[in-house]
């Protein structure tokens, strides 16, 4: 059954074995107790890149002693460049699994990422809220990496956030394409986008998922709202993805999510070598744990999928 909530999602992961992350500038409190939280759910083994010093002196500081998380391996290293840097260094010489952002910059921690651990996938972010009014965990993408997507953009986007959708064991992602209105309006590009995509989806150009749009967000997620305007559609009113138009709109929904209807939001990045969590600076530590949980899934998932 695909997983409603975050609780579901972090039980599903527990029996599996922790995967090695490398924690990119760790010297930060929200970043370790995100790390060691992950740590004691087995769930990564986390390798601490930065200030070793600041980091050995935090650790206790926040409860973590060298009896509660006695196994860290730290790599010092000076600044946030090199930080990133040696990460990924770590997946290249088969160390790490997968890489999580501390408290440094996007740009800075994506940097070396873009340049060395690209595929033949387009690099894009999802969001995934769990959200105590909606029924179900909703994704949400692009909100972080792709800043003004075109339709073939999009279509890569959407695809990355069907894939993650499937591992999280949605069988067939319901999709909606977002817009302002919910009808076709050459004025504004991002309707003629979503139809496009829905009409893409339907010859095979996009896989497995149902995909609808344009729909205004309260179709997307709201049946009433959708029946009350006429819709017909499968997707309205019972969306699992939902695909923005660009990064700032799906910055400010994704935000509003989280400060006022209560969501926790866990971030992954789709396309590279490795699952990449991105999550903001100032996230709490349970977005960071669930955004482990999410790479170990799609790390396993990986596994399973090779030859």
Do not use: W
Request: hydrophobic share 50%; aromatic share 4%.
């Amino acid at each position: 059954m695909p997983y409603a909530h975050f609780d579901a999602l972090l039980a599903a992961v527990a029996p599996l074995n922790d995967i090695p992350v490398a924690v990119v500038d760790a010297a930060e409190e929200h970043v370790l107790r995100g790390a060691c939280e992950a740590k004691l759910q087995s769930i990564v083994d986390p390798i601490l890149i930065g200030d070793e010093n600041k980091i050995r002196g935090l650790l206790p500081e926040l409860g973590y002693d060298s009896g509660v998380c006695p196994d860290f391996r730290i790599i010092h290293v000076d600044g946030a460049e090199a930080a990133a840097e040696k990460g990924v260094e770590l997946v290249l010489a088969g160390e790490a699994k997968a890489l999580m952002k501390g408290h440094l910059h996007s740009d800075a921690f994506l940097h070396p990422i873009l340049a060395k651990l690209r595929t033949d996938r387009r690099l894009s972010h999802v969001f995934v809220a769990d959200i105590k009014t909606y029924p179900k965990l909703l994704l949400i993408t692009d909100a972080a990496i792709n800043i003004a997507p075109d339709l073939t953009t999009k279509a890569a986007i959407l695809q990355n956030a069907i894939d993650l959708a499937r591992i999280l064991d949605v069988t067939q992602p319901k999709a909606a394409i977002l817009s302002a209105v919910e009808v076709v309006n050459p004025a504004i590009v991002s309707t003629v986008d979503a139809a496009c995509l829905s009409k893409m989806a339907e010859r095979g150009q996009i896989t497995g998922a149902l995909v609808d749009g344009p729909l205004a967000f309260d179709n997307a997620i709201s049946k009433e709202s959708a029946e009350i305007k006429g819709i017909q559609s499968a997707v309205a009113g019972d969306a699992d993805i939902l695909l923005v138009p660009d990064l700032v709109s799906g910055n400010i929904l994704a935000k509003d999510l989280e400060y006022l209807a209560g969501a926790t939001l866990a971030g992954i990045v789709m396309g590279a070598r490795v699952p990449v969590i991105l999550t903001s600076r100032a996230d709490p530590a349970r977005a960071r744990l669930v955004s482990a949980g999410l790479a170990a899934l799609v790390h396993y998932h990986r596994l399973q999928m090779l030859p």
